[in-house]
């Protein structure tokens, strides 16, 4: 994932999570927010110590950031959100993850429906 599409600075995340809004499932929560500035998106992933060791936390980083570019195309553009990883997310194989991190975000509406993106990548 490219660098400018990550979310780092902590003014960053505090805005999302104070003004931003929030949906869950078993394994992931997101916080998002609509942002100019943010062209086309900004991702921030927050694991916390509960989760496992420095080892687990950024592995499930580096897998949701993964996840994430692979998707990129979907993104509804224009937005930051934050994904926080819970405990039983450790334990998902890739696949498995992939389907709960899509969940999790079309459940807060952040992609874009699957009809649009195949008649864009026709063009």
């Known amino acids: 994932m490219h660098r400018k599409l990550r979310l780092r600075n902590r003014e960053d995340f505090s805005r999302i999570y104070r003004g931003g809004k929030s949906f869950a499932n078993g394994q992931f929560v997101v916080y998002w927010s609509k942002q100019p500035s943010a062209d086309p998106f900004r991702l921030g992933v927050s694991a916390s110590k509960k989760i496992g ?3 687990v936390r950024n592995r499930m980083r580096r897998m949701i950031k993964e996840i994430v570019r692979h998707q990129a195309n979907r ?5 930051d959100f934050i994904l926080i990883v819970r405990k039983p997310a450790t334990l998902m194989k890739m696949k498995e993850m992939e389907k709960s991190v899509l969940h999790v975000l079309k459940k807060a509406g952040l992609l ?3 009809a ?3 008649v864009k990548r026709a063009d």
Request: glycine content about 0%; overall charge positive; aromatic content about 0%.
């Open 53 to 55: 060791n420095a080892v």
């Open 75 to 79: 993104v509804v553009p224009r937005t």
């Open 112 to 114: 874009k429906s699957t």
């Open 116 to 118: 649009n993106t195949k």
